[in-house]
């Protein structure tokens, strides 16, 4: 009797282990849509910080992200289009800042050289432009004068930096497109300037795929774009990995039937610092989920990296971290290798086998599957995200390579390690997988976890600082500096030598409602504990009023407020307020409005001065805040500054 019940308790184990394991078959005649890469969108001033690190630590930074089988190796990269207005943790500058500039356009912010660096370490990395606001000047975003700022992008590409950009989001983000506009004004445009190559993608938008009713009543344009993109079609969130999606936007029949590349074009927007949560591993669960239930076929997140002080209420976003250019730190999130298990292991152009992307539990997303093969050369690969530990076996079918099967595995505890190769039995093998973990299977080598050793250790922004611009050359942006609204630029001073400038004349064509939270342009610098201390410089007025202001950031705040303002107007009114409560105000005597006068404000505990050309104009008490940035604010006039100084205070 014993005998019998242990036979059928090794049956019934036998029947359970079975049960538990999932079975994977790849076939080269196994026919799915195309892969068109695994990108990062660099806008937002998402990148700020960044472009100012030293020249090593730059380089090292750009390596992890898009060099090819070392690091994230991003294999598309889309950037902001600048307009001058805020665009989520800041305002990027235009290449076509007025009408003027349209027949000279400048190579102005980091988006230009970024896509340059980008193209350096991977000469086949796809490259896309999207704005977000647009200048004054353009007047409609749909119109021919729009379409005249899109080309001048282009040419600022080539022109300045000798590169072509491949494709060009035809809308504003997230703010819906024009099929008509497209193909009658802009896609005739850029053809008329020798941009017949650059492919046209719409609506970049939140939604659920309208477009394809659009393109239903307007079978004219089916043709006008070369893809169809839409933003966070998961949603916002890692609740949204299990079947009930709250705010998901998944794809619909009737996109899934017209034969138009779909693709994520933005998606993610999350802090890669984690491994659980909306880290890394939601990462990879997510780029999995998006086409075996999707058909996503690109997939992009924002942002490829937290280039953005702490100040900012989008701060830590992004693959990895890199927002401290004065001690040169910066850290490898373990996003970055989350997304290594897809970009170093298929490249745009290999083809999903469809029949191999799927669920590992069929009640969850936490488990899945894709498998990719090149159908060139008979390689192939496989991404599992694991949920639940799970046994599975591999088919490797005829017309795919037979060889060593490599295994490499990214868990809580460590990321991107090679594991011992794999034998095939039979073109079978099975493989015992952790619970909440990353494994790619490939025919493939050349793989690796780059390194380029530990960098230099964080340290606080630089305290007492000082900038007389001297360093620079008219036309560019100072380190540290980071424009919210409106665009600061270096120019050549009246009174010898360098200075900054105001340079955006109007308000342009803003991004959403919400992001017109600040009433004038503004640029912010230093560290958001900063407490007790002065800041002060020269300012010389051509119109409105300038500020200069400290205080500003933190929990506390409503995006975007600023904290206690210095401000001084044309003709010699002054004012000192907190946010947009005036505290005190005056007007000074004689007032010359065409000479440099200097503003000093001083914050201690609770104390706040204000001083105009060395003398004390208001003292006033306030508990609104004590720790926060410095700040910079002009009006949309051509007004200038100088001497910037913030030092301690340490008494009255």
């Known amino acids: 009797m014993k005998k019998i019940v242990f036979c059928f308790a090794l049956m019934f184990a036998a029947t359970l282990d079975l049960k538990a394991q999932t079975t994977i078959s790849l076939k080269a005649t196994d026919e799915g849509r195309v892969f068109e890469g695994i990108g990062a969108v660099s806008a ?60 000279n356009p400048k190579p102005r912010g980091y988006e230009f050289w970024l896509m340059s660096e980008a193209r350096k370490r991977n000469p086949n990395i796809i490259l896309n432009g999207l704005p977000w606001a647009y200048p004054n000047w353009v007047g409609d975003r749909f119109s021919q004068a729009s379409a005249d700022w899109f080309v001048s992008f282009l040419e600022v590409a080539r022109k300045d930096y000798h590169m072509e950009v491949d494709w060009v989001s035809a809308s504003q983000n997230e703010m819906g497109t024009d099929l008509n506009w497209v193909a009658k004004t802009l896609r005739p445009t850029l053809d008329a300037h020798g941009f017949s190559k650059v492919k046209l993608i719409g609506p970049d938008d939140n939604g659920d795929w309208q477009i394809f009713d659009e393109l239903e009543k307007n079978p004219d344009y089916k043709n006008v774009f070369s893809a169809i993109g839409y933003h966070y079609v998961d949603g916002h969130g890692p609740w949204n990995i299990d079947q009930k999606r709250k705010d998901s936007h998944n794809t619909t029949e009737k996109a899934k039937q017209s034969g138009k590349p779909l693709w994520a074009t933005e998606e993610w927007s999350n802090s890669g610092k984690e491994w659980g949560g909306p880290g890394g591993l939601y990462l990879a669960r997510l780029m999995n989920k998006l086409y075996a239930l999707d058909r996503i076929t690109k997939y992009e997140i924002w942002a490829p990296i937290d280039g953005m002080y702490d100040a900012m209420a989008e701060y830590s976003t992004g693959a990895m971290q890199a927002d401290q250019p004065w001690s040169g730190h910066y850290t490898v999130w373990p996003s970055i290798w989350a997304v290594a298990h897809t970009t170093q292991f298929a490249e745009p152009g290999w083809v999903y086998m469809d029949s191999a992307c799927g669920q590992l539990d069929t009640a969850t997303w936490r488990g899945s599957h894709v498998a990719l093969q090149n159908p060139k050369t008979g390689d ?48 079978s093998v099975e493989v015992e997988l952790e619970g909440d973990a990353i494994y790619t299977l490939t025919s493939t080598t050349g793989q690796r976890k780059g390194s380029h050793g530990t960098p230099p250790e964080a340290k606080p922004f630089p305290f007492p600082y000082k900038e007389n611009f001297e360093s620079y050359s008219a036309g560019e942006t100072p380190r540290y500096i980071s424009d919210q609204k409106g665009t600061f630029e270096t120019c050549q001073s009246p009174k010898g030598g360098i200075c900054l400038a105001q340079i955006v004349p109007k308000q342009g064509i803003m991004w959403f409602g919400q992001y017109n939270w600040a009433l004038k342009p503004f640029s912010i610098f230093g560290d958001i504990n900063w407490k007790d201390y002065a800041i002060e410089g020269d300012v010389l007025i ?6 200069i202001g400290g205080r500003y950031g933190g929990m506390q705040y409503t995006k975007g407020m600023l904290g206690y303002r210095w401000i001084l107007t044309s003709d010699g009114r002054w004012q000192l307020n907190w946010q947009h409560t005036t505290l005190t105000s005056g007007q000074i005597e004689l007032f010359d409005p065409g000479a440099w006068h200097h503003l000093r404000l001083e914050m201690k505990g609770n104390q706040i001065v204000g001083l105009i050309d060395g003398k004390k104009l208001t003292t006033v008490s306030d508990t609104s805040h004590s720790i926060g940035m410095a700040f910079i604010a002009s009006t949309y006039n051509r007004n200038l500054f100088d001497n910037i100084k913030v030092d301690p205070i340490t008494s009255h």
């Open 44 to 103: 937002g001033a998402s990148t700020r910080n960044t472009v100012d690190y030293p020249e090593k630590q730059r380089s090292e930074i750009l390596d992890y992200l898009f060099k090819p089988k070392f690091g994230a190796g991003f294999q598309h990269l889309k950037v902001e289009i600048g307009g001058g207005e805020n665009s989520t943790a800041g305002s990027e500058p235009s290449h076509a800042i007025t009408r003027e500039e349209l027949t």
């Open 380 to 427: 192939w690969s496989v991404i599992i995200v694991t949920g639940d530990k799970k046994k599975v076996r591999l088919n490797i079918g005829e017309g795919l390579k037979k060889g060593p099967v490599y295994l490499w595995k990214s868990t809580a505890k460590e990321q991107f390690i090679q594991q011992k190769p794999l034998r095939l039995t039979k073109s």
């Open 542 to 547: 051509d119109g409105g009023d300038v500020e």
